[in-house]
């Protein structure tokens, strides 16, 4: 398993219940398994077994719980159904009634104790198939658990097995922790035959992310760096011209002369899912900072060093380089500049919005609102002055954490003592790059001329930029200025009698 597979897992510990009902072998799947022999004497129920994690493909620890319904009542079942991780659904392959039961009873059972939208993966179990060979039937149940897997879309799969034989009896086990630690379900509609919409946004922002030169391809260098960063191991040049071919074999327009497409991608990760190897999409998705519900882990956006109620944040000199990085692989006509299309493009490696449409307000652009370099440093060096947490939110939607090779975002951000400039001047931490200004004055003043001639606008400039955005003056312009011969970024902010009492 990849080092990012034992990161999911490192302290999970599985809880596998079999419920059915009775006869159909629920327990005897169980002492099978863990005896590695048919028991000819059963009893009506096991006590819940742990099998140790170094025993397991995936190697985390399952505890088996069986249930039955000669000695438990449908309330002690239902509790049971509650505390489960995964679960086996088990029928008898030469028992019509136990399959029927499946869809009439059980499944709507379980959606009875978890909710109409439960997330707990159900895996449907044909056991005794030996019996059906001893009595010359062929045709499988799995064609006829299709429409249930349609219908109750927590189904993540079925298969048929034998606790006598032991025919994919270890294939059983290995799926359901495989449902619980690569679930199916945020990955792929069963119904549509299609990748989920939340599952191609994410996919898509790893795609840009690790399109490192920003030409919508990734080439050999790209793919490499991103098999070796994701799984651990080199990409062999035979298993690259494979991936290629197997692509535009099926998606002729996923594969370009200089490598492969964003829907080359999706495509790859769809042949994954179909091969039931969805766990190579969760190492990647896992990678990038996503839970199990497809969205950014709480722990991948946070800053650990920050204590908001008594701290002030800054752009780092590292961040600050993972800026202009991220700067120069989107201007992609190499003017210094980013306009509007080319940010915007940008934007769309994230879901999150910046700070509205009045930033062009706040920071330097030229005359057509073009983004400059030092604009763009400053745009994040005023939300992250403002609102430090929303903006350690944005870069790691960016990928900050991927490209600069980090655990997490710590690096992007110097964190001071919420305390006057001059206090901290005099202080052993390192030295603030930014400091806030408030400018106050009467009505009329021309408070607003003031801040935007600060970023080099002049009256006529102004005015082209309120005639741009529908919205009121600024509240904040920053730019850089020298203070002591060093580079600092100064906040002008306009303020209200209100702010200042």
């Known amino acids: 398993m990849s080092a990012q597979g034992e990161a999911a897992t490192k302290t999970r510990t599985i809880r596998l219940l079999l419920v059915g009902d009775e006869y159909v072998g629920k327990t005897s799947l169980i002492l099978s398994l863990v005896s590695e022999q048919f028991p000819f004497s059963v009893p009506p129920r ?41 679960i086996c659904l088990v029928y008898s392959v030469v028992d019509d009634e136990t399959f029927n039961r499946l869809s009439k009873y059980w499944l709507p059972l379980i959606r009875e104790k978890l909710g109409d939208s439960h997330k707990v993966p159900v895996i449907l179990v044909g056991n005794k198939s030996d019996e059906r060979f001893e009595q010359g039937e062929q045709d499988s149940s799995l064609n006829r658990a299709i429409p249930i897997m349609h219908k109750f879309k927590e189904v993540e799969t079925s298969l048929e097995c034998s606790a006598k034989s032991m025919k994919n009896l270890a294939e059983l086990f290995f799926y359901a922790q495989k449902a619980v630690l690569f679930p199916h379900a945020p990955l792929y509609n069963s119904a549509g035959q299609m990748l989920t919409e939340k599952c191609v946004t994410a996919l898509t922002r790893v795609f840009k992310i690790c399109d490192m030169d920003g030409d919508g391809v990734w080439n050999e260098e790209e793919m490499q760096e991103f098999q070796e960063r994701c799984y651990n191991t080199p990409l062999l040049p035979q298993a690259m011209e494979e991936v290629r071919n197997c692509i535009a074999k099926h998606l002729p327009h996923g ?3 200089t490598g492969i497409t964003l829907d080359g991608y999706l495509y790859l990760n769809m042949m994954f899912i179909h091969r039931g190897r969805q766990e190579a999409t969760w190492t990647v998705l896992r990678k990038f900072g996503y839970d199990d519900d497809l969205e950014l882990a709480e722990s991948y956006r946070a800053i650990t060093k920050l204590q908001p109620a008594i701290h002030k944040a800054e752009i780092s000199t590292q961040g600050t380089h993972y800026l202009l990085c991220l700067f120069s692989k989107f201007d992609r006509d190499q003017d210094d500049l980013l306009s509007d299309s080319e940010f915007q493009n940008l934007l769309s490696v994230s879901s999150k919005r910046m ?11 030229d005359a057509k609102f073009a983004l400059t370099r030092r604009g763009f440093i400053s745009l994040f060096q005023l939300t992250a002055y403002f609102n430090p947490v929303y903006t350690a939110d944005i870069l790691a939607h960016f990928g900050y ?52 001639g600060f970023l080099g606008r002049n009256l006529s400039l102004q005015s082209k930029f309120r005639d741009k955005i529908d919205t009121q003056s600024p509240l904040h312009i920053i730019n850089q200025i020298s203070v002591y011969n060093t580079l600092k970024f100064l906040i002008v902010r306009f303020c209200t009698r209100s702010r200042l009492w």
């Open 355 to 365: 700070i509205g449409q009045d930033w062009y307000q706040s920071v330097e652009t």
């Open 46 to 86: 096991t006590q819940p077994i742990t099998i140790p994690p170094d025993v397991t493909p995936e190697r985390v620890a399952t505890i088996l719980v069986d249930t039955s319904m000669r000695e438990q009542s449908e309330n002690d079942i239902s509790s049971e159904i509650v505390r489960a991780d995964v």
């Open 255 to 257: 594969v370009k002369e």
């Open 401 to 452: 954490s991927y490209q600069m090779a980090e655990p997490d975002l710590n690096s992007a951000f110097d964190v001071h003592k919420d305390a006057p400039w001059e206090a901290n001047k005099s202080s052993k931490e390192q030295p603030r790059k930014v400091i806030l200004c408030n400018v106050i004055g009467n009505r009329g003043a021309g408070k607003t001329s003031f801040m935007e």
